[in-house]
């Protein structure tokens, strides 16, 4: 089925009140995924609510928690999430490091202890809007490994994301935001609900043999997905885990730590002001000379142009918001079961469906 954005977002949101969050909170955690979605990554779209109401439902999620200082050395802050909805405790602590990179040219904010906080470059992307550059290492921990190890056949990371995104006064800015992993595990996911194989390179079954099929993500003995770019990827996914798990979460994946099934994500986030440097003008002069280079490079045969990171989200975006986003049957059988794990009544789910 073909859903307006809007209407995931509504239903999302009714889901999560009826699972004990306040109307705000699960507003702006439902818009969130729902722009997943626009944006064309589905994998972090509406598909992750029904893990959320089951993390709740367990005591893993706390629906009522905002991000709160652990210590603030000025440049440097330690929040902790609570274990809250990632994509509030993510958006406030992004909040909090862009008020500080105003007034101190730059901000280094570690926030740990979020539930699973979603599409980064919506963080990144609130940095850009007050125009400000920013990075973001972050780890994920809470449940089993699902990355091997460059050269390894067995997972002992996760799918680690890295953002960076620069800001642009005549342009949208440059959105660099991706999984460490080969591909994102959601969509891995994604391809399992919808019955689809996954593109050649990205996965090993048990034994370290690839595959293109999804089910051994789902089986046991487990599979694993591969890192991006072979060894470099694996070294910016362990960067990711040492940086945004070790430093700040003090969470690695490492066995001794608990893997009840929940997702927890820990993040450094560094936030710059151009102001602090040559200054908003020059630099926008120089990202846009570079960005016309590149657009006026020659395509590559069967390729129809060069683009610039972020560029695809703004595509899909575009035309997603005007002919829907595809929800699969299995995606759209389990968000119907988390709204009745929530709690909401059967017609609620039905006027969606209709
Ligand atoms: P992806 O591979 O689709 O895109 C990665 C980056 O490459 C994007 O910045 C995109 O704009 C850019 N890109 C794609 N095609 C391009 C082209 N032709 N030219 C130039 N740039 C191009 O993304 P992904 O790695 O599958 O990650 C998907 C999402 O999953 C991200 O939003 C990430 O934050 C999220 N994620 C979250 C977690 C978590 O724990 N919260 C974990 C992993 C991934």
Redesign the pocket.
């Known amino acids: 089925m073909q859903l307006a954005a809007s209407q995931l977002e509504a239903f999302v949101t009714e889901i999560f009140v009826a699972a004990g969050a306040v109307e705000n909170v699960a507003r702006q955690t439902a818009g969130h995924l729902a722009l997943?979605n626009l944006?064309?990554?589905d994998?972090?779209g509406v598909v992750m609510a029904p893990s959320y109401v089951t993390n709740i439902k367990r005591g893993f999620l706390n629906p009522h928690a905002h991000m709160s200082v652990v210590k603030d050395s000025g440049g440097v802050v330690l929040i902790d999430g609570g274990t809250g909805f990632?994509q509030v405790v993510g958006a406030e602590s992004t909040a909090f490091a862009i008020d500080r990179a105003r007034d101190n040219g730059i901000a280094c904010v570690g926030l740990r202890n979020a539930h699973?906080?979603?599409?980064?470059?919506?963080y990144g992307e609130m940095c850009a809007d007050a125009g400000m550059v920013s990075v973001?290492f972050?780890?994920?921990v809470g449940h089993e490994p699902l990355v091997a190890p460059f050269g390894g056949a067995e997972a002992r990371l996760?799918?680690?994301?890295?953002?960076t995104v620069v800001p642009r006064v005549n342009g949208p800015p440059i959105?660099?935001?991706?999984?460490?992993?080969?591909?994102?595990?959601?969509?891995v996911k994604v391809a399992y609900n919808a019955g689809k194989t996954i593109r050649n390179g990205a996965l090993v079954d048990h034994e370290g043999v690839p595959t293109n099929d999804p089910n051994v993500m789902f089986t046991r003995p487990g599979g694993s997905v591969q890192p991006?770019g072979l060894y470099k990827g694996y070294g910016l996914a362990l960067m990711c885990e040492l940086l945004g798990g070790a430093l700040v979460g003090e969470w690695t994946m490492q066995p001794a730590h608990e893997r009840t099934g929940t997702?927890i994500?820990n993040m450094l986030m560094l936030v710059l002001n151009p102001e602090a440097f040559g200054g908003t003008e020059r630099f926008q002069q120089e990202i846009d000379g570079m960005v016309d280079y590149l657009y006026a490079t020659k395509p590559a045969k069967g390729?129809d142009k060069?683009?610039?990171?972020?560029?695809?989200?703004r595509e899909t975006f575009a035309d997603r918001s005007v002919n829907g986003v595809p929800v699969d049957e299995r995606s759209w059988q389990e968000l119907a079961g988390a709204a009745k794990l929530a709690g909401l009544a059967e017609d609620a789910v039905a006027k969606y469906a209709a």
């Open positions: 997943a944006k064309g990554h994998s972090h990632g699973h906080l979603g599409r980064i470059g919506t973001h972050v780890n994920v996760q799918t680690n994301p890295f953002c959105v660099l935001d991706m999984a460490t992993s080969f591909i994102a595990f959601g969509k991006f997702v994500n390729v060069v683009r610039i990171p972020g560029e695809p989200e």
